[in-house]
């Protein structure tokens, strides 16, 4: 069974920047894409970006390409998401999780508790 733990969100103002980490433990994390989705109260959870196993490919959301990095350390067991140029639309849960590949944003395991971004003045 996975465990995934969810760290560094915050308030922020709008422009400013965030690193968001997910630490997993359970497997070998180096085996498996994954993903980072964000979801608002009342809406369905929307994929965010996805990262391959050994970090050769990635694959974002529209509305984040050139402000949002993902990126990952299997030494570590830690996915990172680096947040830039942050809007309010980008308030939000965030989570994250495995996937099928970088080129497909479906979650495959449990969610974690999440990390809270909000991007208020």
């Known amino acids: 069974q996975v465990q995934l733990v969810e760290s560094g969100g915050g308030l922020v103002q709008p422009g400013g920047s965030l690193r968001l980490s997910c630490a997993a433990s359970?497997?070998?994390?180096?085996?498996?894409?994954m993903g980072w989705f964000r979801q608002v109260p009342g809406k369905e959870r929307e994929f965010v970006a996805a990262?391959?196993?050994?970090?050769?490919?990635?694959n974002y959301r529209d509305s984040v390409k050139g402000r949002f990095t993902i990126s990952r350390d299997n030494v570590k067991n830690t996915v990172y998401l680096q947040m830039n140029s942050l809007k309010p639309e980008d308030t939000a849960m965030y989570y994250c999780?495995?996937?099928?590949?970088?080129?497909?944003?479906?979650?495959?395991?449990?969610w974690g508790q999440g990390t809270q971004v909000t991007v208020s003045s």
């Open positions: 990262i391959s196993m050994h970090g050769g490919a990635t």
């Open positions: 999780n495995s996937v099928p590949s970088a080129y497909s944003p479906r979650a495959l395991g449990s």
């Open positions: 359970g497997r070998t994390f180096s085996n498996y894409p």
